[in-house]
């Protein structure tokens, strides 16, 4: 956790657009029909698997830059500050 709380710690330092959506789950009966939506609960392990995926493409993006290699990007537009 230690490795974590060190990526989450400089990831809030850069103050990231947090979109904490929360995910539904839909839930079915044995017959394959829908039953119910409900809310998923979001646990640190799905956030400590985000940043880490997130950590592997910025490391993944500056290799490749460093080794001149062509590459697409996907840039946003910054958000405004109040949002």
Do not use: T
């Given at each position: ?42 646990l640190d ?9 997130i950590a ?27 949002r």
């Amino acid at each position: 956790m230690g490795a974590w709380r060190a990526l989450d710690a400089a990831r809030q330092r850069r103050e990231p657009l947090d979109l904490d959506l929360p995910e539904k789950r839909i839930e079915l009966d044995a017959d394959g029909r829908v039953v119910g939506v409900r809310r998923r609960e979001r646990l640190d392990a799905h956030r400590v698997v985000e940043d880490f995926m997130i950590a592997a493409n910025v490391s993944a993006a500056k290799a490749l830059e460093q080794a001149a290699f062509p590459c697409v990007y996907r840039i946003h537009e910054a958000p405004p500050r109040e949002r």
